[in-house]
């Protein structure tokens, strides 16, 4: 998959932590793209600021990718724009936590869009997943919970345990380097958060928050067994963070950073430690 590089953003994208891009395009610049610029055993994690619910694109040092949730049909202009602008052309996997129109609206788009290969799903929701995608003529896959999946050199999904829904849902760690953990919690339930304390917990580097930041989870207990580093609220419409939880998250100083003010967030990652940038597009 070809990458193409607009100089000032290679500067820009090298740069410390934290520190802002901003892409405008006019008639004259539609062509000006951002490289991730990924090194012999880097992972790109970028999750997009799309008006309305969730998808985070993942590209491995092999120019193989992922789409972990593809938004609502509402964000599906917005989810292009953030791909081509990445350089995308194509995508193998998608990774659905979960059915709801936030998180699976623009499957059918994706797939058409970037020629995708494979959906994976909740164990729990595989025969609905067949029964809706199987004439996109693509290979659906089940993660089940409480298990581990390595999924290529780099990379590992150690998935959560889950409670019995009519909604099935999916959360899970991902592994990179076995060093770097991102947390992607699917479900805020205070009672589900503390049987994965039970079970054992690990230290984790970044947390996705469940729900777009409802108060009924992300416990200040959870956040205290993970320890993150960073948090990332995903938006939706009609819906606010919960100042609760925003609270919670600045006592425990975790550097957060909500999508819908402060644009994409891009963590480069590689076997020492990890970089994060925001990019407004």
């Known amino acids: 998959m070809h990458r193409r590089l607009f ?71 917005e989810l292009l724009f953030r791909l081509r602008k990445l350089n995308v052309d194509q995508i193998e996997t998608v990774i659905l936590p979960r059915f709801e129109e936030e998180y699976s609206g623009n499957v059918q788009l994706i797939i058409n869009e970037f020629q995708t290969e494979e959906i994976i799903v909740p164990e729990e929701g595989l025969e609905q997943a067949i029964n809706q995608y199987q004439k996109l003529g693509i290979d659906i896959k089940g993660f089940e919970a409480d298990q581990k999946y390595d999924f290529n050199e780099q990379v590992s999904f150690q998935t959560m345990p889950s409670q019995p829904s009519l909604m099935p849902m999916l959360s899970f760690i991902m592994s990179i380097h076995e060093k770097h953990h991102i947390f992607f919690s699917s479900e805020a339930n205070e009672q589900l958060e503390r049987n994965w304390i039970e079970n054992g917990l690990t230290r984790v580097s970044l947390l996705k928050v469940a729900e777009f930041g409802a108060n009924e989870g992300t416990s200040q207990r959870f956040l205290n067994e993970i320890d993150p580093e960073v948090a990332i609220l995903f938006s939706k419409q009609n819906s606010e963070v919960s100042g609760q939880l925003l609270e919670r998250l600045q006592e425990t100083w975790i550097d957060t950073y909500a999508l819908k003010q402060n644009g994409s967030v891009i963590m480069k990652i590689n076997d020492f430690d990890y970089e994060i940038v925001t990019v407004h597009f």
């Open 7 to 77: 100089g000032i953003m290679l500067a820009l994208l090298l740069l410390v932590v934290g520190f802002d891009i901003r892409i405008t395009t006019n008639e004259t610049d539609e062509e000006v793209q951002l490289d991730l610029q990924l090194e012999e055993q880097d992972i790109g994690v970028v999750f997009l600021d799309i008006t309305d619910g969730e998808a985070t694109y993942v590209e491995f040092p092999n120019n193989e990718s992922m789409l972990i949730g593809t938004g609502s049909k509402a964000s599906s202009d």
